[in-house]
């Protein structure tokens, strides 16, 4: 396993539409140093067009949970409700923002064994989903903020 490095804005990857996965087999390699390398950053979620592989693979981790979601190929079919949330991203470091998610989605993709899983998810799981799931089609959260002076400085800037 590796730790990958991750692209940040305005690296183009970040705005190509990720290609659907057709041959599991071939991706568990780059799963498992997705998986690392979330682990090294940390974060909550990382998509594959952030280590510059334009595949339909996301995974994220839970504060305080161990197992990582791992889906590919993952699709929104549902979502309801909206609320008000702080978020950051791994490609966009040192800045958050507070945009609107929705409260609840239903995802479905199929996990790294090509079996096909579908979810009911709310709070930080709802919108890490939807986060990662919109990387692969292009998307960065500051793409829902008016200006930039919506952009908040993160604490954790060390530079
Ligand atoms: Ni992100």
């Known amino acids: 396993m590796a730790v990958l490095r991750i692209r940040t804005n305005p690296d183009p990857v970040l705005r190509k539409k990720a290609k659907r996965v057709t041959d599991i087999e071939s991706v568990q390699r780059l799963i498992d ?27 994220i981790r839970i504060p305080e ?28 470091p040192g800045y958050q923002a507070e945009i609107t998610r929705s409260e609840s989605v239903k995802v479905r993709g199929r996990d790294r064994h090509g079996k096909l899983v579908r979810k009911k998810a709310t709070e930080l ?35």
């Open 65 to 92: 949970e161990e197992d990582v979601i791992t889906l590919i190929n993952p699709e929104i079919v549902e979502k309801t409700g909206e609320r008000c949330v702080m978020e950051g991203c791994l490609s966009i």
């Open 125 to 159: 799981l709802a919108q890490a989903l939807e986060h990662e799931i919109d990387h692969l089609n292009g998307i960065l959260y500051i793409d829902y903020i008016q200006d930039k002076d919506e952009l908040l400085r993160t604490d954790e800037e060390t530079e």
């Open 33 to 59: 140093d997705m998986v690392e390398t979330l682990t090294a950053a940390p974060g909550v979620g990382l998509a594959a067009n952030q280590v510059g592989a334009p595949l339909r693979i996301i995974v």
